[in-house]
């Protein structure tokens, strides 16, 4: 059987799926039956460890292993563990080979993957996770984002009963999507979302800490050591704080006791943070809260009680899950990899199970280019931001803008391809994520045509030409920040 798996890279845990002989997504556990996995990478004797042990290592001290790289994926930064630097792209790589042999293991050969990423993620950081599987191993023609995965999971589990606008509310160990979706049957469609890259279990995690150790120093007038007590002990608390109204630390003798009540207050500001993205979300769909039908989970941190209680205050409702909130993302991955795959090789069970599936998604950025417009205010020319592809279009898109010659000989246009989050005509408030140069024949009148055309394909990323049209001279670009980057390989650490 041809196999076609999804992939939850996750900031804290990650997740595979597959969808089996009876047309079903299915976890695929690793050599311990876990079914997922702490996406943490430490060195063990010159080999590259990744999961609980290196969970361990980096919650005593941050030195002896990496972790939440997804955070900063597509950017210049490097984790160092011992004496070797890693970027995000090679840790995400080391994490993603764990992934596929375990489940190569389990399952048999991988025909394709599909990878999950949030909904807000930059292109710098789509094209890093591209790379990242390519590192691995990997067969990756798709990503899917995260939220969308989680739809495609819901609608699949609910059948033919699931119809109308959703809300699906992802919020992981990193990360937090909320998108609003129209779902008929297996037929999904994204009409809004919002998100940001760092706001997830991680942050409470941090903030419960910092509450334990204030206390103890409050107590002990000592400061709190990391291996008394660690970032993943704070975790291991916060879960018992979904449980419980209280609970009670032993330090070195010592008993801290932290309530309910008062982590609740301490993660107040990130909770408000993401009801503002809700309703960010559901102002882009231009829908009242009062339409939405239900709201859909996934992600650990769904399950803290003042989670799912801000939920309530925003859709005036309580939100629901169809599954496992850690799992969720991934089988619908695992669905999408299927839907997106050679249908050729899938067996009768597995192409009924997906047939029907049809999945519309929306840009989530604003893309531009820098040109000179007049100013209205000042009298005279100054250059702007010219969106060219809009945040919501529907995906796959592509859109042609012409654009003009300023003076006489002119011989190069300076291209500039910009990413903004609003719709920003400032070029101050945008960023520039590729520039380059476009060059001309000489001794033309002005005024001449250049055209500029963005295409957004289904893996969310962007190709781009810019072409004078009358000579046919053109600058192409597809944007690939991921393969720019100095690259490491993990296989030198591997130890056969």
Not at 380 to 400: D, E, F
Request: proline residues 3%; negative net charge.
């Amino acid at each position: 059987m041809t196999n076609f798996v999804g992939i939850d890279l996750g900031t804290t845990f990650s997740a595979a799926a597959y969808i089996d002989q009876t047309g079903r997504p299915v976890i695929i556990r690793d050599e311990d039956g876990n079914n997922i996995i702490p996406s943490c990478v430490a060195i063990e004797g010159g080999k590259i460890d990744v999961g609980e042990e290196a969970k361990k290592a980096w919650g005593i001290d941050e030195n002896l292993a990496a972790a939440r790289f997804k955070r900063v994926m597509g950017e210049d930064q490097k984790f160092t563990i011992g004496e070797h630097d890693f970027s995000p792209t090679d840790l995400s790589a080391a994490v993603l080979k764990k992934i596929a042999e375990y489940s190569r293991n389990e399952i048999g050969e991988i025909h394709e993957a599909v990878i999950t990423i949030p909904a807000n993620f930059s292109t710098e950081a789509r094209e890093a996770t591209m790379e990242a599987a390519k590192r691995a191993g990997l067969t990756v023609k798709y990503i899917v984002n995260e939220p969308t995965a989680a739809a495609l999971y819901h609608a699949f589990k609910q059948g033919d009963d699931l119809h109308g606008i959703y809300a699906v509310y992802d919020l992981g160990g990193g990360t937090f999507d909320v998108s609003i979706i129209k779902v008929e049957g297996h037929d999904v469609t994204v009409m809004g979302t919002a998100g940001v890259s760092r706001l997830g279990g991680d942050d409470f995690d941090k903030s419960l800490y910092k509450l334990i150790a204030e206390k103890y120093k409050s107590q002990t007038g000592e400061n709190l050591s990391p291996k008394d007590f660690s970032l993943n002990d704070a975790e291991d608390k916060k879960k018992s704080l979904s449980k419980k109204e209280s609970v009670r630390i032993g330090v070195n003798r010592e008993v801290v006791e932290v309530t309910r009540k008062e982590f609740e207050e301490g993660i107040s500001s990130l909770i408000a943070q993401a009801e503002m993205l809700c309703e960010e979300a559901l102002e882009e769909a231009r829908i009242d809260p009062s339409e939405v039908k239900e709201v859909l989970l996934a992600g650990g941190s769904t399950r803290i009680p003042a989670i799912q209680a801000s939920i309530k205050s925003v859709f005036s409702r309580e939100p629901m899950s169809t599954g496992n909130v850690d799992e969720v993302v991934a089988l619908g991955a695992a669905l999408y990899a299927a839907y997106k795959g050679d249908q050729a090789v899938l067996t009768e069970v597995q192409k009924q199970s997906v047939g029907g599936i049809k999945v519309s998604e929306k840009t989530s950025k604003y893309f531009g280019t820098i040109s000179i417009g007049f100013d209205e205010e000042r009298g005279q020319q100054a250059l702007t931001n010219s969106i060219i592809i809009n945040k919501g279009n529907t995906i796959p898109c592509s859109v042609t803008e012409s654009f003009y010659t300023v003076y006489e000989g002119q011989t190069n246009v300076q291209c500039k391809l910009t990413e903004s989050s609003m719709p920003e005509t400032d070029p101050q408030f945008v960023k520039v994520i590729w520039e380059g140069d476009l060059k001309l024949p000489p001794n033309r009148p002005e005024s001449q045509e250049i055209k500029i055309t963005y295409s957004y394909d289904d893996n969310q990323i962007l190709h781009c030409v810019y072409e004078d049209v009358a000579s046919g001279q053109k600058t192409n670009v597809d944007i690939s920040m991921a393969s720019k980057e100095e690259e490491t390989s993990i296989d030198q650490f591997m130890v056969d």
